[in-house]
């Protein structure tokens, strides 16, 4: 089985990047991409949980905005860490995180909201990217929503009142970042309508223009008539398709493997990397 898209409390997942590892071991993961937000940090600690059975690709997801200011999310896989310009705009994106909570903070507060800044740190996982996540942890732990779930579905969503976006990449940047750093890029649950505004049909040829590798076809937040018009689209574009489970541990429903990717799909993708980077043991 291979799940290409995951994270870790090195953004806003549960699990340890080692704990990751032995769960995917235990589901009967074959391939296991290992995709924090905006971060390459929990890369080196999966590393050593590997086993023979399982092989590790690294990986990273990107937040991206559009020049419309739609939230778009790539997944950049099998790329070089050591790759200076991404190792760039991905601490760029995660600096931006930190003036934007404070905003969303602020627009609680004024509300009467019961949250600081500090309790939001408190929340997270030292060195993990600053997240929505997290402010919905703190949230939970004083006591003003019951979950997670509760947090987003009140006040976090990408159309509530509270949410701030913080400054990203577009797309077409992420992407030819990914692709110069000699890794495959994937646009993440591009029709997750639930989440907020998406892209439409006709963006994806521009992505294709920057290099865009496939699409995540197979995600719990698209629905069957979205994965159908994706595959449709991947076809017409000839990009690969991926489905995977965006797991983050305990803070989402998400089960390790629920969604999957095709063995020949896998394979055509990982070719198109510039050399072979998937690690084993
Ligand atoms: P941010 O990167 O700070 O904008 O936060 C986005 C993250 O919030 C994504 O990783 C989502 O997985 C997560 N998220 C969105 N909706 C929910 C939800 N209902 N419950 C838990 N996490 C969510
Ligand atoms: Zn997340
Ligand atoms: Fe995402
Ligand atoms: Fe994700």
Redo the contacts with the bound molecule.
């Keep these: 089985m291979i799940d290409l898209h995951t994270?870790t409390r090195c953004?806003?997942g549960t699990d340890t990047p080692f704990a990751l590892v032995k769960k995917a071991l235990a589901a009967g993961i074959t391939t296991l991409a290992i995709t924090d937000?905006d971060s390459t940090a929990g890369w080196s600690e999966a590393i050593t949980a590997l086993q023979p059975q399982i092989e590790l690709v690294l990986g990273a997801e990107i937040?991206c905005l559009t020049h419309d200011g739609i939230?778009v999310h790539m997944l950049g896989l099998l790329f070089d860490g050591e790759d200076r310009a991404i190792q760039q705009l991905l601490s760029d994106s995660r600096d931006t995180?930190i003036p934007r909570m404070r905003a969303m903070v602020e627009l609680l507060q004024a509300d009467g909201i019961q949250i600081s800044l500090d309790d939001v740190y408190k929340a997270m996982p030292d060195g993990a990217t600053?997240?929505?996540?997290h402010l919905?942890d703190a949230l939970v732990a004083n006591g003003v929503v019951a979950s997670?779930?509760e947090?987003?579905?009140d006040l976090l969503?990408n159309g509530s009142k509270y949410y701030v976006t913080h400054a990203a990449p577009t797309p077409v940047d992420a992407i030819k970042a990914i692709r110069s750093a000699g890794g495959v890029a994937v646009i993440a649950h591009p029709f997750a309508s639930r989440?907020g505004q998406v892209l439409d049909a006709t963006s994806f040829a521009d992505l294709v223009s920057a290099g865009l590798n496939g699409i995540e076809v197979h995600h719990r937040d698209q629905n069957a008539e979205e994965q159908a018009s994706l595959s449709a689209i991947a076809r017409e574009l000839n990009l690969v398709t991926t489905g995977s489970s965006?797991y983050?541990g305990t803070?989402?429903l998400n089960g390790l493997a629920e969604n999957v990717t095709d063995k020949t799909q896998w394979l055509r993708l990982e070719s198109e990397a510039n050399q072979r980077r998937v690690v084993t043991k």
Excluded: V
């Design positions: 994270h953004s806003d937000h937040s939230s995180r600053l997240g929505r996540p919905a997670r779930d947090a987003f579905l969503n989440r965006d983050h803070g989402k």
